[in-house]
């Protein structure tokens, strides 16, 4: 016993003598940058899983601690050193050090850490780097072109049109109302469809649970899990796919049966339906003039003629997994964090249906023509990704050693970090900044009126790598709040002697939700407008 107790002891000193030696290292490969000292850095598995508290920031200490943190540090720029677990990593809110660290410089890359979530099925345009990254990004960019929009919208419309004629919702012209548990699953569920019709050319229906079976060719390749359910498991699945080991799928675990189902069925049908395109593409049945084409069709054509040096069945599987995270997750996320707002802010709600209905005239069917027309409603919707932005952070690690300039309170200063150091921009950090975005808490749509943001740094990122879907987000969104706005009144649901300001403190907590960030489960009362 006293044996064991000693060896127990030893193994304990070398541990600690190790990681004290290790914790030195950190500081200095962080430039003694002042910051969080902690016990398990907030990606490490320990630290992920959790909560934020004084010894462990984990991974939501940036919602939690917004405007507290870089304060108290009277830094813009501070270091996460953590002393059992994890790597040091430095975070930054800096606009500057931002631009630097995206503005496309060889000093900073993804690894393949880092990128792992979605490089479960293959390498994709988001995760690449260098030249692999150019090889991607000059075949899958073209995908999204301005035929991409038009067809967008009409699916949106009708999909929103399903929405309200189907099981569930008030159906008379008379005032009606309608209670919606959760934001959220309603807004994933409409991306849901969408990115399955505008990225897969999947007709998948509202109605039926986004489970129903299409007849079409590609569909019959999936006969062991419907395409809409497959979707979803695995959608919500990567952070559980990725951390469980491969034996772990042998020890008869229902929810990791059901997840290797679904993996392995979409990449039968996507194989399949790559497959199938290639086919139409060689008859010249489908060409990249065709408004009717999806993205992952327009991908196959852009592949096509690359020749050799085009993307693996691997790497366009990998593409099509980036399309279906990047672009079903966030767009719900931000999408429930508007229709919240809204609820809450009920002058800005009517602000934008005056404008919605001056663009909607009566009869009129609406069209992607409106979309310009809308900005009131865009406004709203950048407003709340601004304060709920869906990429909370953007993570690179130095190739080289790197002088990277900070300023705080207009004061610039720069560190020196070696090659290896992990960068975080925060999102949240950077867009709650009260020096960029005065009063940083309030809910102000007007901030973005007449701004042109394609070159700036945005919640949709900055430089070369910006998020390629951001017009497809907007259009989306300005389409489905449009439809929402202009025909119901949406409110939040108070308990007894709740203010708005205690609900919004009680409800609208940002979270990390699968691989992007956003609130959770809102619930609100829908009154159709007479
Ligand atoms: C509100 C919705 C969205 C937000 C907030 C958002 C945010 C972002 C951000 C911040 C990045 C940059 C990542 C980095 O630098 O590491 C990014 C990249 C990307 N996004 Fe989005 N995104 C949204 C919607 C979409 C949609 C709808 C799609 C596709 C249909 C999409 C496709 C992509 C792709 C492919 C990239 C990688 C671009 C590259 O590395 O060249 N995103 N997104």
């Known amino acids: 016993m006293i044996m064991i107790a000693v060896v127990f002891l030893l193994v304990l000193i070398a541990f600690v003598l190790n990681r004290c030696i290790l914790y030195r290292r950190f500081l200095s490969q962080v430039d003694n940058l002042p910051g969080l000292r902690c016990l398990f850095s907030p990606f490490s598995a320990v630290g992920a899983m959790l909560p934020t508290g004084r010894f462990n920031p984990g991974m939501n200490w940036n919602w939690i601690w917004r405007n507290r943190v870089y304060e108290s540090f009277s830094s813009d720029t501070i270091s996460i050193v953590p002393f059992v677990l994890g790597p040091p990593m430095v975070y930054t809110r800096s606009a500057e050090a931002i631009k630097q660290i995206l503005s496309g410089s060889s000093s900073f890359h993804k690894t393949a850490e880092t990128t792992a979530p979605i490089r479960l099925w293959g390498n994709s345009v988001f995760a690449a780097d260098h030249d692999d990254y150019k090889r991607h990004r000059r075949i899958v960019g073209p995908s999204f072109t301005s035929n991409t929009y038009p067809p967008l919208w009409r699916e949106s419309a009708s999909l929103y049109n399903e929405m309200v004629e189907s099981e569930g919702w008030p159906d008379s012209k008379v005032t009606s109302e309608i209670h919606i548990p959760s934001a959220s699953r309603l807004a994933s569920k409409f991306t849901m469809a969408i990115i399955a019709r505008c990225a897969f050319g999947q007709p998948i229906a509202w109605q039926r649970d986004i489970n129903h079976a299409s007849d079409s060719v590609e569909e019959k390749a999936l006969q062991d899990m419907p395409f809409g359910d497959a979707l979803r498991a695995v959608s919500e699945g990567a952070i559980c796919r990725l951390a469980a080991p491969r034996w772990a799928y042998k020890l008869g675990i229902k929810t990791l049966s059901d997840l290797d189902r679904a993996y392995t069925s979409l990449r039968k049908f996507m194989t399949a339906f790559a497959a199938f395109r290639r086919a139409e593409i060689a008859e010249k049945s489908v060409g990249v003039g065709s408004v009717e084409n999806d993205l992952f069709t327009r991908l196959v054509v852009a592949n096509e003629k690359e020749g050799k040096n085009g993307l693996t069945d691997d790497e366009l599987i990998g593409n099509t997994f980036a399309f279906l995270f990047a672009g079903h997750e966030t767009s719900a996320h931000v999408l429930a964090a508007t229709l919240a707002l809204l609820a809450l802010h009920q002058d800005k709600q009517e602000a934008v249906v005056e404008q919605i209905n001056a663009v909607f005239s009566a009869g009129h069917e609406t069209s992607y023509e409106d979309y310009?027309?809308?900005?009131?409603?865009?406004?709203?919707?950048?407003?709340?990704?601004?304060?709920?932005?869906?990429?909370?952070?953007?993570?690179?690690?130095?190739?080289?050693?790197?002088?990277?300039?900070?300023?705080?309170?207009?004061?610039?200063?720069?560190?020196?970090?070696?090659?290896?150091?992990?960068?975080?921009?925060?999102?949240?950090?950077?867009?709650?900044?009260?020096?960029?975005?005065?009063?940083?808490?309030?809910?102000?749509?007007?901030?973005?009126?007449?701004?042109?943001?394609?070159?700036?740094?945005?919640?949709?990122?900055?430089?070369?790598?910006?998020?390629?879907?951001?017009?497809?987000?907007?259009?989306?969104?300005?389409?489905?709040?449009?439809?929402?706005?202009?025909?119901?009144?949406?409110?939040?649901?108070?308990?007894?002697?709740?203010?708005?300001?205690?609900?919004?403190?009680?409800?609208?907590?940002?979270?990390?939700?699968?691989?992007?960030?956003?609130?959770?489960?809102?619930?609100?009362?829908?009154?159709?407008?007479?």
């Open 372 to 530: 310009p027309k809308l900005d009131k409603v865009l406004a709203c919707f950048l407003e709340a990704c601004r304060l709920f932005p869906a990429g909370a952070f953007l993570i690179r690690d130095t190739t080289e050693e790197v002088r990277l300039r900070s300023t705080t309170g207009g004061l610039l200063s720069t560190m020196t970090l070696p090659e290896g150091t992990r960068v975080v921009v925060d999102m949240i950090g950077y867009h709650n900044h009260p020096e960029y975005f005065p009063d940083p808490d309030a809910f102000k749509p007007e901030r973005w009126y007449g701004q042109h943001l394609e070159s700036e740094l945005t919640m949709f990122g900055f430089g070369p790598r910006a998020c390629l879907g951001r017009k497809f987000a907007m259009v989306e969104a300005v389409c489905f709040l449009a439809h929402i706005f202009r025909d119901w009144k949406l409110d939040i649901i108070l308990l007894p002697g709740e203010s708005r300001a205690a609900w919004r403190a009680r409800v609208l907590q940002g979270r990390l939700l699968g691989l992007a960030f956003g609130v959770k489960d809102v619930p609100l009362r829908m009154t159709r407008r007479v």
